[in-house]
């Protein structure tokens, strides 16, 4: 470790000596997604993008590196950090029943998925494998058809189990007739989520695959729930999502948020481990100026990252939804301008 060794002298020609050891920390990785998980190639032109968010349904038959995404290989064998989020929750298949398919030789059966998510009154709800289907181990198939592909891809990524676990399980969950509340379904869900993330280590993976869990962070008890110093002994990073959806929020309040409940309430594993933000943006009906507050985000990020606490390494704007850009070329130029600034560069 570097170290700096300090003297200093009085008038009277005393002195004394101390040091003390740093470190340099790399630059923060500003990255980006697309809707729909399109080729972003052209929106990263000329920009210091050095991330990238992705997401895959384990019911999808093409995880790695997804049905038609050759641009995908390309910017991960060119250095991008790709996360990619695996989620339980049913998409990208054709029908939601029973599927049957042969792995490197092995034959599997995975039954439909059992459990509904995202329960808010008044909508659809999201099928999804759920919490005791993977316990039972009857969602093997799954992870073994990821694996596979994955083996081939060419490169590491972060596994980034789940998008939100906060957001499926917000107005409970239901799984083979059975209905489980907020903080059961979150219970649930870690058990889960070790259960996968064993699996996997259990097996050869590429070198430098890492782990992470995904969260909103919108609410402080679910996030303490979904992190506890068992399941993140298994992980690399933390994460959470950061929003400004209301006219008083800033960056350095935005992406605050979440890291102070966790220096608050978790464990010293957790806090170990590094930050990876995989869904950030400014929503345009309250800030018709996105650039202006995209502009505000490098500082916020430096004085967080000054600040006790862990260390928030990757920020993947999300131009979609909520972080639609409006008008884009000047969203995009804002994020150019704002990764080409410190701690980003």
């Given at each position: 470790?570097?170290?700096?060794?300090?003297?200093?002298?009085?008038?009277?020609?005393?002195?004394?000596?101390?040091?003390?050891?740093?470190?340099?920390?790399?630059?923060?990785?500003?990255?980006y997604?697309?809707?729909?998980?399109g080729?972003?190639?052209?929106?990263?032109?000329?920009?210091?993008?050095?991330?990238l968010?992705q997401?895959?349904?384990?019911?999808?038959?093409?995880v790695?590196?997804?049905?038609?995404?050759?641009?995908?290989?390309?910017?991960?064998?060119?250095?991008f950090?790709?996360?990619?989020?695996?989620?339980?929750?049913?998409?990208?298949?054709?029908?939601?029943?029973?599927q049957?398919?042969?792995?490197?030789?092995?034959?599997?059966?995975?039954?439909?998925?059992?459990?509904?998510?995202?329960?808010?009154?008044?909508?659809?709800?999201?099928?999804?494998?759920?919490?005791?289907?993977?316990?039972?181990?009857?969602?093997?198939?799954?992870?073994?058809?990821?694996?596979?592909?994955?083996?081939?891809?060419?490169?590491?990524?972060?596994?980034?189990?789940?998008?939100?676990?906060?957001?499926?399980?917000?107005?409970?969950?239901?799984?083979?007739?059975v209905?489980?509340?907020?903080?059961?379904?979150?219970?649930?869900?870690?058990?889960?989520?070790?259960y996968?993330?064993?699996?996997?280590?259990?097996?050869?993976?590429?070198?430098?695959?890492?782990?992470?869990v995904?969260?909103?962070?919108?609410?402080?008890?679910?996030?303490?729930?979904?992190?506890?110093?068992s399941?993140?002994?298994k992980?690399?990073?933390?994460?959470w999502n950061?929003?400004?959806?209301?006219?008083?929020?800033?960056?350095?309040?935005?992406?605050?948020?979440?890291?102070?409940?966790?220096?608050?309430?978790?464990g010293?594993v957790?806090?170990s481990?590094?930050?990876?933000?995989?869904?950030?943006?400014?929503?345009?009906?309250?800030?018709?100026?996105?650039?202006?507050?995209?502009?505000?985000?490098?500082?916020?990020?430096?004085?967080?990252?000054a600040?006790?606490?862990?260390?928030?390494?990757?920020?993947?704007?999300?131009?979609?939804?909520?972080?639609?850009?409006?008008?884009?070329?000047?969203?995009?130029?804002?994020l150019?301008?704002?990764?080409?600034?410190?701690p980003?560069?």
């Amino acid at each position: 470790m570097p170290r700096v060794t300090v003297t200093v002298r009085d008038h009277g020609g005393r002195t004394a000596t101390t040091t003390a050891d740093y470190t340099i920390a790399p630059p923060v990785l500003g990255g980006y997604y697309l809707a729909g998980n399109g080729d972003p190639t052209a929106d990263l032109t000329g920009g210091n993008f050095r991330s990238l968010t992705q997401y895959r349904s384990l019911a999808d038959g093409y995880v790695f590196p997804g049905w038609n995404k050759p641009w995908l290989l390309a910017l991960g064998r060119n250095g991008f950090a790709i996360t990619v989020v695996l989620e339980l929750k049913h998409y990208g298949a054709p029908e939601n029943g029973p599927q049957t398919f042969t792995i490197d030789g092995i034959d599997y059966t995975v039954p439909a998925p059992a459990m509904t998510i995202q329960q808010r009154p008044g909508t659809a709800w999201p099928k999804a494998y759920g919490y005791g289907q993977v316990l039972a181990g009857r969602c093997d198939g799954l992870f073994a058809r990821a694996l596979s592909q994955y083996r081939t891809l060419g490169f590491p990524v972060n596994i980034q189990l789940a998008s939100e676990l906060d957001t499926d399980h917000e107005f409970g969950t239901t799984e083979s007739g059975v209905t489980y509340d907020w903080a059961d379904s979150d219970g649930r869900a870690v058990q889960a989520m070790t259960y996968i993330v064993d699996w996997f280590r259990s097996r050869p993976l590429p070198a430098g695959t890492t782990f992470s869990v995904g969260a909103g962070g919108f609410d402080r008890a679910a996030y303490r729930r979904t992190h506890p110093e068992s399941l993140m002994a298994k992980l690399d990073y933390l994460q959470w999502n950061v929003y400004a959806t209301d006219p008083t929020h800033t960056a350095l309040a935005r992406f605050r948020r979440t890291r102070d409940w966790a220096v608050a309430d978790l464990g010293p594993v957790a806090l170990s481990r590094p930050v990876i933000v995989a869904e950030w943006g400014v929503r345009a009906a309250e800030f018709p100026d996105q650039a202006a507050w995209i502009a505000t985000v490098p500082s916020a990020i430096a004085r967080l990252n000054a600040e006790r606490g862990p260390r928030i390494v990757r920020t993947n704007y999300f131009n979609s939804g909520w972080g639609t850009l409006s008008p884009k070329a000047a969203g995009l130029a804002a994020l150019r301008a704002a990764y080409a600034t410190r701690p980003y560069a």
